[in-house]
């Protein structure tokens, strides 16, 4: 079944990286409703929500999981039959994919122009919305060069360095730890978010708090390139973003890790840049200074704090 063939795919990360992570999830719920074979609607909405928790619970930091989830589930407020309760999930989760592909699109549109002739840029990760702003000002003819860390521990560079080859752009692999060695050759950094508070601190993958901080004493500019369902509307009540901490296995390898017992192996997956370190969010509805996170939690989530009390 997709549902539990997706959650298990989010939880290994074959499916990844937060916009991605948010369409799978969207659609798994559309083929649940599809073929969840119930007459009672209120059966139904129980079912779908169930199936809702299952899938928000697969990975804990990218926020882009559960406000996709909350914006189809919202179909389910107000319905008189589970055909039409049925429908109206379908709607929404085509409608939520569609919105998704297009800021992404967007985004890189908005993104590139901020990427000038001649600039040296660095990535960390791999990013749809960061990628998709280098790949435009590429498209569009600039002639510039890219640094891409590893990654540690999962190596998601790799898939970055093969896409910035595939287009033919210049491009240096370093390990993470050669970030400070080479700021100084770095006129931009552009990364993704998997969420954004609302003061504006970012949270992506492990390692970007240091390569913005090193950015910040080089003065060197960071953007973050993210769509609008990566703001967390709760952190307007204080809640903290939950940091994804992996199996340590990932770092190194359980019959090395037994042999020291001394030894505990800590895997963080993300961890949170203040909003000090960076210049810009690009989002599908514009760049801005990340001191206005709440007003996309306000009028592009359309969260109000009476409703998430
Ligand atoms: C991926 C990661 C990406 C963001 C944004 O982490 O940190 O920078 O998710 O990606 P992981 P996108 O590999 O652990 O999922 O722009 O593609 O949504």
């Known amino acids: 079944m997709l549902l539990s ?3 298990a795919s989010i939880k290994n990360m074959e499916i990844r990286g937060a916009g991605r992570i ?3 999830a969207v659609e798994a719920l559309a083929d649940y409703a599809e073929n969840l074979d119930v007459s009672d609607p209120e059966t139904f909405k129980q079912e779908m929500q169930k199936a809702a928790d299952i899938l928000t619970a697969t990975r804990p930091t990218a926020v882009s999981l559960p406000n996709a989830v909350r914006s189809v589930m919202r179909a389910l407020d107000s319905f008189d039959s589970v055909g039409a309760a049925r429908d109206a999930v379908l709607a929404r989760a085509a409608e939520f ?3 998704s592909e297009h800021a992404v699109e967007r985004i890189a549109a908005i993104g590139a122009r901020h990427i000038s002739d001649g600039d040296v ?3 960390h990760c ?3 919305a960061a990628l998709g702003c280098i790949l435009e000002a590429h498209r569009q003819g600039k002639e510039f060069e890219v640094y891409a860390t590893e990654v540690r521990p999962r190596g998601q560079g790799l898939i970055t360095i093969r896409t910035l080859n595939d287009a033919g ?3 240096n692999y370093i390990v993470d730890s050669a970030v400070r060695y080479f700021i100084n050759d770095v006129d931009l950094v552009v990364v993704g978010a998997d969420a954004i508070a609302v003061n504006g601190a970012v949270v992506n993958k492990i390692g970007t708090a240091q390569i913005a901080h090193a950015a910040h004493e080089a003065r060197t500019n960071v953007i973050v390139a993210a769509e609008t369902y990566k703001f967390a509307p709760r952190t307007i009540l204080g809640e903290l973003i939950e ?3 992996r199996d340590p296995d990932e770092v190194l390898p359980r019959e090395a890790a037994e042999e020291l017992p001394f030894v505990r192996v800590r895997n963080p997956a993300f961890d949170v840049t203040p909003a000090e370190y960076i ?5 599908e509805q514009g760049a801005i200074p990340p001191g206005l996170a709440f007003t996309v939690i306000r009028d592009y989530l359309g969260w109000r704090i009476e409703e998430l009390r």
Do not use: K, P, Q
Not at 279 to 283: A, E, H, K, R, S
């Open 121 to 123: 840029l660095l990535t």
């Open 243 to 245: 940091i994804e901490e």
């Open 97 to 99: 994919v569609d919105h």
């Open 126 to 128: 791999n990013s749809e």
């Open 5 to 7: 063939g997706t959650a």
């Open 279 to 283: 210049d810009l969010i690009v989002t």
């Open 22 to 24: 948010a369409r799978a």
């Open 169 to 171: 752009i210049r491009t």
